[in-house]
């Protein structure tokens, strides 16, 4: 699929989804990363087995957009607002569905903000969110 | 939970957390080498006007929600909402720390529900983060 930027992407368009497993290797990758030694996300929890740490899908609108615009490196995240609906267990599928809900420049930046929801194999919401990114150039006039 | 649910008041302060960003840990979050980009390649970062690599925001986030979880445990993980502002970009050799503090807490049916404003300074006081966390807990 060829790609676009960020001046083609349309409010209210749909990204379609991505899916991936998490592996216990995504797990310590990023639990070594943020030094978070929660007994939960690598053994017994509340919830059953070992969970996944809550904010581990929340940069998953990045993998979405960027499988439709090429653009996708050259913004920073300015805003980030994440429902956890559910503990996500090792080893399921997940499905990242998202779409644009804004576009705008404020400041000479580009704005774009991504809703996402993910969800397990069996269908179960694990989290929703609304992400604003910024472009990280400015673009006077 | 560890911590009695009457002792969870309003200007409540939870206890923060601090880490220092390294370089090391960016790259371990990112999956560096599979993966360079302008959180985890000093390279990629200047080819799009970054000074050097930038810490992702999700990183510091989860301090947040380390400290979010470490007072309210399982009440945060199912059915916690956080929304925050990034403000300031963070590099590695800064040090971040995660703060809160209970600004309401009412009775919404059979549970109590909590909002906690939250923030995120770096070792110079400059917010790096602000924003909001809110969360329910059964009443015992």
């Known amino acids: ?141 | 939970m560890k911590m009695p649910l009457d002792k969870l008041i309003e200007g409540y302060e939870l206890p923060s957390i601090t880490k220092k960003v390294t370089f090391d840990k960016m790259r371990t979050y990112e999956g560096w080498p599979n993966i360079k980009n302008i959180h985890s390649d000093d390279e990629v970062a200047r080819g799009v006007g970054l000074p050097r690599a930038v810490c992702r925001g999700n990183m510091f986030l989860a301090y947040v929600s380390e400290m979010i979880c470490n007072v309210f445990e399982e009440y945060w993980l199912k059915g916690g909402k956080l929304s925050a502002n990034l403000l300031v970009p963070v590099f590695s050799g800064d040090t971040v720390t995660a703060k809160g503090e209970i600004t309401q807490k009412t009775r919404e049916g059979s549970d109590i529900s909590f909002d906690i404003e939250v923030w995120v300074e770096n070792q110079r006081h400059e917010k790096v983060a602000v924003g909001s966390a809110s969360l329910k807990v059964p009443q015992q």
Do not use: C
């Open chain 1, 1 to 141: 699929m060829d790609k676009r930027t960020w001046e083609e992407a349309k409010i209210g368009e749909e990204l379609g989804s991505i899916q991936y497993k998490l592996t216990s290797e995504d797990i310590s990758r990023h639990l070594l990363g943020i030094e978070d030694d929660n007994p939960w996300y690598v053994q017994e929890s509340p919830f059953g087995g070992p969970i996944a740490p809550p904010l581990i899908t929340n940069s998953q609108y990045e993998r979405l957009y960027a499988s439709h615009f090429s653009d996708g490196q050259a913004f920073f995240h300015a805003k980030t607002e994440v429902e956890i609906t559910n503990p996500l267990f090792l080893g399921k599928l997940i499905t990242v569905r998202g779409s644009i809900t804004d576009k705008y420049i404020r400041r000479e930046r580009k704005y774009i903000v991504l809703e996402t929801t993910v969800t397990d194999e069996d269908g179960r919401e694990i989290s929703r969110s609304k992400n604003s990114l910024a472009s990280i150039r400015k673009f006077p006039g």
